[in-house]
């Protein structure tokens, strides 16, 4: 009788031991370090989510993403933070990495808070880039004027 | 009878073997004029140093992100006899210590240890030290670096210079020196994949969804980002390091000051001490003769 006891005491120590079972509900956080050349947006923070604008489609990256690399489109990253709260920023150009240990690199080349941008601003910038295009002679030239028009019409979108 | 003040140099001949007050004070004049100037340049050094260390504490993030896909993609050099590449990352201005040196000394080696290198040197003062033996490697020089703080632009042009050369490698490395404290820098190495090692890393496969073209793009990228965190790194050592430098030149030559004018001192009282014994003499002798 005892016997049987102690051994039940046992075995129950040893099962609940191994029935931990994890969901993707509490995956562990993911760090994320958000930067640009002359500023630090993020620095190793726990977030719950961003919204990135990639050349391969915009994508939503959460905890225990699948690894991946992908080059940025001009266009707004959404960071969803853990308390709750939400930042825009517009980056113009760069990289995005997501490891397999959930740490996420977003380096862009250029961000800024959407809120300090200027709605006329963006739209006169758009108008120079379309002048640009049209008077652009070699193909460098009109790459370059391509390129501009992509991001000031991300900057009038973002401004909406 | 003789009236003296501390400036007037007196006229008559000195002794030969032995410095003139003009000579001496000629030196002294100079060696002043060389402590202000060090003085000065460590001012604007002083100031400079605290606008690069701003930067690159906002650009450490950055550049520390940049290298993070490569260790943990665990990637490795490309296993192949297309050489070396390295990039020697300093500027063009000097009298800041052991700054281009060091680098100099560290590329030296390493073209020695393996001939078959290219050198990318940012910076004319490692093109001044590797022009004379090592000219063969030297595959591009950028020039006019460190007037102004470096911004990523300019990064990315020696970036686009580099991929547009063609040169091909099989293991790469950036040289630069880390800022540690202000009285300390680190000559350290970044390691720089070629496209073939990236694609070829061990824990490739576990990125989803990846093509030549987004690696490609990623490491153009990179090598950009990498190269500008370098050059903040090296911007903010030299600056720190010239500092130290000009103080100590300072220092210097304010010891120099105080034993010269020791010396001028010394030279103007036996002067006047010569004088007075020829005077005194030649009147005794007048007395003894009458």
């Not at chain 1, 397999?100 to 120079?128: F, G, H, M, N, R």
């Not at chain 2, 590449?85 to 560290?106: F, K, Y």
């Not at chain 2, 073939?196 to 490739?204: D, F, G, I, P």
């Amino acid at each position: 009788m005892a016997l049987t006891r102690s051994a039940l005491r046992l075995f129950s120590g040893r099962f609940t031991q191994a029935c931990q079972v994890r969901g993707y509900a509490d995956a562990p956080s993911m760090s994320l370090t958000f930067a640009a050349p002359s500023q630090v947006l993020y620095n190793n923070i726990s977030v719950k989510q961003i919204d990135v604008p990639s050349f391969s489609g915009s994508f939503g990256i959460l905890p225990a993403h699948v690894p991946t690399l992908a080059v940025l489109k001009p266009g707004v990253v959404t960071v969803f933070e853990n308390d709750g709260s939400t930042k825009k920023f517009f980056v113009s150009s760069g990289t995005v990495t997501i490891n397999e240990d959930s740490t996420v690199q977003l380096l862009a080349e250029e961000a800024v808070p959407v809120d300090t941008l200027d709605i006329s601003a963006a739209k006169e910038l758009l108008a120079q880039s379309q002048s640009q295009l049209a008077s652009a002679s070699s193909e460098v030239a009109k790459a370059e004027a391509e390129i501009s028009i992509e991001v000031s019409e991300a900057l009038v979108k973002a401004c909406e | 009878m003789f009236s003296r003040s501390a400036a007037i140099i007196p006229q008559c001949q000195q002794v030969r073997g032995m410095a003139t007050l003009k000579m001496i004070s000629i030196r002294l004049k100079s060696v002043k004029n060389i402590q202000k100037i060090t003085q000065s340049m460590k001012m604007v050094s002083a100031a400079k140093y605290t606008k690069a260390e701003r930067e690159l504490k906002l650009a450490r993030p950055y550049g520390i992100g940049a290298q993070e896909f490569y260790k943990k993609a665990e990637v490795k050099d490309e296993e192949g006899e297309k050489g070396q590449l390295i990039i020697a990352v300093s500027s063009d201005r000097g009298l800041c210590g052991a700054v281009h040196s060091s680098i100099g000394r560290i590329v030296k080696t390493d073209i020695a240890a393996n001939p078959n290198t290219k050198v990318v040197i940012v910076g004319d003062k490692v093109r001044n030290i590797l022009q004379r033996l090592y000219a063969k490697n030297i595959a591009m020089v950028v020039t006019e670096v460190g007037r102004k703080p470096a911004v990523f632009g300019d990064a990315a042009l020696v970036a686009q210079s580099i991929i547009n050369s063609g040169i091909e490698f099989s293991k790469g490395k950036i040289l630069f020196n880390a800022f540690r404290t202000v009285v300390s820098f680190r000559t350290t190495e970044m390691p720089l994949y070629s496209q073939n090692a990236v694609a070829n890393a061990s824990k490739l496969p576990v990125y989803d969804s990846l093509d030549s073209d987004v690696i490609q793009s990623y490491t153009e990228f990179s090598l950009a980002s990498l190269l500008f965190y370098s050059m903040k790194e090296n911007a903010t050592s030299e600056q720190s390091s010239r500092m130290t430098a000009m103080d100590n030149a300072s220092k210097n030559a304010g010891e120099m000051i105080d034993k010269l004018t020791m010396t001028f001192n010394r030279t103007r009282q036996a002067v006047i001490t010569r004088e007075l014994i020829e005077i005194i003499s030649g009147a005794a002798a007048l007395e003894t003769k009458n």
